[in-house]
């Protein structure tokens, strides 16, 4: 995929844009509620960072490897994982990522109505608002789209930076209201005084949902091994943006629950459905910035969204290129190298999801469906170090990692696989009904070496109308056998 590359500044902007979303206002109590001990959830939020960086080093190894954009489709292929690469996939382009973009439209809906409704007198029935939050949800989703249909560098990569500009400013307001509260107001930290590192409440199962919610919110470090086509010189700027990224995340994560915790008690920060808005209301002690931290939520969301975008359409690409969606979907813009049938596509499947569950429903899909992911990588990542143990020539742009961190990530993966089963059975179910949909996809459709001409026409068709109406040229096709 031949475009102008990312630089180390804008990879930087993308990988912390996408780290540090709306969780941070929303996970904090979940993450307490678990832990049920001040001092220990944010240990917590360090283990998470610590966890999100093993499989950090994990992915990028990889992606250096392969040199192909597609994340774990990419990787799977390469280690000769055919049959998984492709049920993943199947399952990835047309159902997590839409799911994870929904997710993020829904909950800006939400905020966003949730800040109409704190200066005007809004009566909604409850079907009424979750049709107006998606609606809201949809206007903000259709011009970010068309951002990323032109130019990465020069267009998208651009916003990019400012959203994330704007995400920095709004959390260093938190951690600085918190400094400044303790040192000149209170001088007390009143959700630390006297709390017990460990709670009679604290048991080990809610201490590991607890990391469970962090890792989650730690989640946008794979974008840029997904998409290492359009990052220059990989070796150093995927290392050096992942590391940076998620040291500034984990710094602020803690940081914000720690200026949390100086001014609200315990009981208070669990209670809150977003913990900000009764700490600004405490620090500034007036309702006024209250009533404005649901915008605040959504300009933190825009930068979320862009991000999403970026990933899954090139994930898109990554398998019409290798024919298992149709040509159209890896066909690029002929100037600015913006794969703009995929972008569109992605935004239309995320528009149709929308309407298909709650956001918790949502969020615990793609949880489980990631981590599954994740597990598999982090196995075939230790069976392709195998493989190539006796090698004495290495390639140099491989940033390779000892065989220990896939090992330690795995086991990691697998815990967070199983549990899931263990709480809510329908999130496994739904994660399975639609690997098994990509394994048909696989056996049906990709085993056979000949399409129907109907669909071949078809396809040519939809290529056609791309060139014309998109300005788009066609794709470069690769084979599904592995590259090594």
């Known amino acids: ?27 904090p109590a979940y993450v307490l509620s678990n832990t049920h001990s001040a001092w220990l959830s944010l240990v917590v939020w360090v283990i998470g960072g610590v966890i999100s ?23 799977l292929l390469y280690t000769g994982w055919r049959t998984l690469a492709t049920a993943f996939y199947v399952v990835g382009s047309c159902f997590t990522y839409p799911c994870l973009l929904a997710i993020q439209i829904i909950a800006f809906g939400s905020y966003f109505l949730q800040f109409l ?3 005007f007198t809004i009566s909604l029935s409850t079907s009424a608002t979750l049709h107006i939050q998606r609606l809201i949800g949809f206007c903000v989703l259709l011009p970010i789209l068309f951002v990323n249909l032109f130019s990465l560098k020069t267009v998208a990569a651009r916003f990019q930076i400012f959203a994330t500009a704007t995400k920095l ?11 400044y509260h303790f040192a000149f107001v209170s001088h007390r930290a009143i959700g630390l005084e006297n709390a017990p590192f460990f709670d009679q409440k604290t048991t080990a199962g809610g201490i590991v949902l607890g990391i469970f919610s962090c890792i989650f919110s730690f989640n946008g470090w794979a974008l840029l091994p997904i998409s290492i086509e359009e990052v220059g010189h990989p070796k150093r700027n995927l290392p050096i943006s ?12 803690v940081l ?45 969301l825009i930068g979320s969204l862009n991000c999403t975008i970026f990933g899954s359409s090139r994930y898109t690409v990554a398998g019409s290129r290798r024919g298992i969606l149709p040509s159209i979907f890896g066909a690029l813009h002929s100037k600015s190298k913006s794969p703009r049938p995929a972008v569109l596509i992605q935004g239309f499947i995320t528009i149709c999801i929308s309407f298909l569950g709650s956001l918790n429903d949502l969020i615990n ?41 896939p090992m330690l990530y795995a086991v990691v993966a697998l815990v967070i696989t199983i549990i899931p089963f263990t709480t809510d059975w329908r999130i496994p179910m739904y994660g399975t009904v639609m690997f098994i949909i990509g394994l048909a996809v696989h056996f ?22 791309a060139r014309v109406a998109l300005d788009c040229h066609n794709p470069d096709f690769e084979s599904l056998e592995p590259q090594t």
């Open 365 to 405: 899909y793609t949880s489980f469906t990631f981590a599954l992911q994740q597990l598999c990588i982090s196995c075939a990542l230790i069976w392709v170090k195998w493989q190539r143990r006796n090698d004495t020539k290495i390639d140099p742009d491989i940033f390779e990692i000892p065989v220990i961190v």
């Open 53 to 75: 960086a093993l499989a950090a080093c994990v992915y990028i190894e990889f992606a250096t490897t392969c040199k192909r954009s597609g994340g774990d489709f990419a990787f």
């Open 1 to 27: 995929m031949t475009s102008p590359k990312l630089n180390l500044v804008q990879c930087i902007a993308y990988c912390v844009g996408d780290i540090i979303g709306s969780g941070i206002f929303v996970t």
């Open 242 to 253: 992942t590391a940076i990224g998620l040291i500034v995340s984990t710094a602020v994560y």
């Open 169 to 179: 400013v709004i959390v260093a307001a938190v951690i600085f209201s918190g400094v």
């Open 256 to 300: 914000m629950n720690a200026s949390y915790l100086t001014v609200l008690t315990a009981d208070e920060f669990k209670s809150a459905e977003t913990v900000i808005t009764p700490f600004f209301i405490r620090v500034f002690n007036t309702d006024f910035i209250g009533k404005i931290v649901p915008f605040l939520i959504c300009l933190v």
């Open 117 to 119: 409704g704190e200066f």
């Open 444 to 465: 049906l459709i990709l085993r056979r070496k000949r399409l129907p001409r109907f669909l071949k026409v078809i396809d040519e068709k939809l290529l056609t109308f």
